[in-house]
Structure formats: C-alpha cells, structure tokens
C-alpha cells in the first residue's frame, strides 16, 4: 500500500527523537569522559603536592625515635648513619664530660644510652665522622652563639620550672629604645606578669643581661626566663616583676639577622665585636632604665631594682651598679668575667678606681649582693680575687658555690636562687 505524506509525519517525529536521545547520550559520553581528565589532572597534581610536602618533612627516619628519655632518668640516641665509620655524642651533661661513642647495629642505626641524668634542659649534637650536626629526627634545637644544638628536657627537678605549665602566663615585649650614647636604636625584650596593665599597679624590675656571644634573646631562648617567671610567680616563690633583657654588644642594634646592618654578621663573640670592654654600654645604662620607667608600669626606685648577669654581664654588672650605686639595691654575678689580667682598668672611665666606686657601694648598703660561680669553672680565680677585693673595700655579699663549669645548665640554676630573694 503506498504510504501517504500523512502517515510520514509521525515517522519524522520518532526519528528526530531517537537523533536527539543519541546525541544527548554522546555529549554526556563526552562530558564523563572529559570529568574523568579532570579528576586523573587533579589527582595527578595532590600527588604532587604530596611529594613535594613529603620532600620538606624527608629528615625524620621512620620509626627512629631519638633522644628517649627513660622513666630512669637515662636518655637512649639513636642516629641512622649506615656508611659511617664512628659517630660520638657531645653534650652539655656532666657524666664522662658530655662525650659518648655510640654503637652500631645491624641495621646501620648507631645508639647510646646516658648514665642517670639530673633534673635540667640539655644540649647536645651528633658526631659523625668528623662532621658536627643536630640530632635529624628531634625538631627542638636552640641557637648558642653561632652553633645550633638539638635539646632535650629531663623532669623532677630544675628542668620542671623551664616548662610550660597551665599557670597564668605574662608577655614578651621586643621594643626598641634611643640610645644617645650609640647614635642609634637598640632592641630590648622585656617580660610583664601576668595581669600587667589590667589596673594600675606598678611593678619592681629586673634587669636580666647576657654573656659574651649572647644577645637580647639568650635569656628567652636559653635561659627560658619567661617560663621561669610565670612558674615562680604562680607558686608564690617570688614576687611578680617584670625583667628587662638588653642586648649587651654595644656595637649592634639588636641579634644577628635583625636588622639590615646585621644580616652582614654571623653571630660570634663579643670580643671581636666593637666596644667591647670600653665601657660604654655600662655608662650608657640609665639609658635602659630611664625608658624602662617611662614606658612601663615600674615603681622607679633603687629599693625595686634588680639587676644580674651572667659572665660578660656578670662583668656589667659589677661596673654598672660600680657607676651608679644609688641605682640597684639587688645585685647578682653569674660566673662573671671579671678576669682583669689583660685590660689596664685606670685608661677606660668606667673601670677606673674600681676600689673608691665599690666603697661607695658599700656605704649605700645594697640590700642583696650575690655571687655565684661554678666549682670547674675556669673564672672562679678571678671572683675569688674579685671578693677579697670588695672584702677590703668594706662590700658586703652572699657567696653561692655550684658544681661543674661555664654552662648555662648553672645560670638557669642561679636564677632559680636569686630570684626569690628580690623585692623581699
């Protein structure tokens, strides 16, 4: 039978629906084929991403864990080093001298275990083979002068007050201050207690100054002053108070890397920096003080003032409260540099007529002046020289004696002494 135009309508229609069903069906093809280069482009480039994150975190050794501090208070190394012909320990830990040789095993991984340690934050860096390195899997170090060491904490006792503890904590303060004398602006880092500046009460200050090589920062990083603070503080051993820590190379503005001047030096110790022993930095101190009072909340007087040092500024110490007697009424030396041999006294100002100045000091009756040093250390001839001195000048002081040497493990312990004893 012919088929009419009529019933060629409906055929059209049904083809033109099948024609639309399958190019429907083909862009879809397309757009699941088009998501799955999607996915495989993104899924390409998290796995980059993942390489290149595990590239920055590539120095931890698997299952290595090192250092392990025991229940006993002994502390195991481990270090991977399979090529390695020796590899030592140095560090800061009285036993055998801080010095261990490790022991390989079978699977290339050299060990140690420490005698029992004391209570204390130690410091310590591998040997191996001559080249002087951090421990690779411990993320924890603290710079020293121009060294890096790996540290480690070992608790139930002195090392408990350097810890972080859920007590009520101050603040750091980095500020900047003029100094006439310099021509120029010196960083300083200062510790508020806990509450400072919620009323308006006024604080007594500590003025807290580093050794040779040091600067504004030794006592935060090394000394952990601002922990030591918030703990002695929240146990009720000694008064809140808040401690000024200056930097004590006169030459410099602030630590190495701080400023633009400064990115030209690695840090080094202050006998090769300028100014060192011309005094300047002693005469210059009401500088410190006089913005201290005017920046904070201090009661500004020479009954709440405080100031300590360890080694070169165990030896600023001495000059600057020598200089100024009517400043300080509490005075700490830590293992101060007071080795004069080598330097004629009588041709820098502030050094002259030490005798005459410490004899004033004495007359103004400071209410505390302590001196402590370590019994191996290699400056205990010169305080010892240094208190026969201030014997025959009529200076009155407190002697404390520790074990071992130069060590930072002393000066955290010294601090933990005197610091109770300020503003009582």
């Known amino acids: 039978v012919p088929i009419t135009p009529l019933r060629l309508v409906p055929i059209q229609r049904y083809r033109q629906i099948i024609i639309t069903f399958v190019d429907t069906i083909r862009n879809q093809q397309l757009k699941i084929e088009s998501m799955k280069k999607t996915i495989v482009a993104m899924a390409a480039m998290l796995v980059a991403m993942g390489m ?3 590239q920055n975190i590539s120095f931890r050794e698997g299952d290595i864990v090192s250092p392990q501090v025991n229940d ?4 195991t190394f481990r270090v991977k080093a399979p090529k390695a012909k020796s590899v030592k320990i140095l560090a800061d830990w009285e036993q ?4 261990a040789t490790m022991k390989k095993g079978k699977d290339g991984v050299w060990e140690y275990t420490t005698p029992q340690l004391a209570s204390e934050m130690f410091t310590y860096r591998f040997d191996i083979d001559g080249v002087l390195g951090i421990d690779p899997v411990n993320p924890f170090t603290r710079r020293d002068v121009g060294n890096i060491f790996s540290i480690f904490y070992v608790g139930g006792g002195a090392a408990d007050e350097y810890l972080v503890k859920d007590v009520d904590h101050g603040q750091v303060r980095t500020v900047w201050y003029h100094s006439n ?5 010196r960083r300083m880092n200062v510790y508020l207690p806990a509450g400072y500046g919620k009323t308006d009460k006024k604080y007594p200050v500590f003025y807290l ?3 040779s090589g040091g600067d504004e920062t030794a006592w935060l990083d090394l000394g952990h002053m601002a922990r ?3 703990n002695l503080i929240a146990e009720g051993k000694c008064v809140p108070m808040i401690v000024v820590m200056p930097n004590g190379n006169f030459g410099k503005q602030a630590a190495a890397g701080e400023t633009a001047e400064n990115l030209a030096f690695r840090p080094v110790s202050t006998h090769l920096l300028p100014h060192y022993k011309d005094g300047l930095f002693e005469l210059a101190f009401p500088e410190i003080v006089n913005y201290v009072d005017a920046t904070f909340n201090t009661i500004p007087d020479k009954a709440h003032r405080a100031i300590a040092g360890l080694s070169m500024g165990g030896m600023h110490t001495l000059m600057i409260t020598a200089n100024y007697p009517d400043m300080f009424n509490y005075i700490g ?6 080795d004069f041999s080598h330097l004629n006294m009588e041709e820098v100002p502030a050094y002259a007529n030490l005798d005459t100045k410490l004899t004033k000091l004495a007359q103004g009756n400071p209410k505390l002046y302590w001196i402590a040093c370590g019994s191996e250390d290699w400056l205990l001839p010169a305080n010892k020289r240094l208190m026969e001195r201030m014997d025959k000048d009529g200076l009155k002081y407190t002697f404390h004696e520790s074990s071992r040497g130069h060590l930072w493990c002393n000066w955290r312990q010294y601090s933990l002494l005197f610091i109770p004893q300020l503003f009582k």
């Open 52 to 54: 290149s994150a595990q």
């Open 72 to 75: 006993d208070h002994t502390v």
């Open 96 to 99: 055998n001298n801080g010095q």
């Open 181 to 185: 004398t310099a021509n120029a602006d």
């Open 209 to 211: 100054l580093h050794g």
């Open 228 to 230: 030591i603070m918030d």
């Open 333 to 338: 030396l830590y293992s101060a540099g007071v």
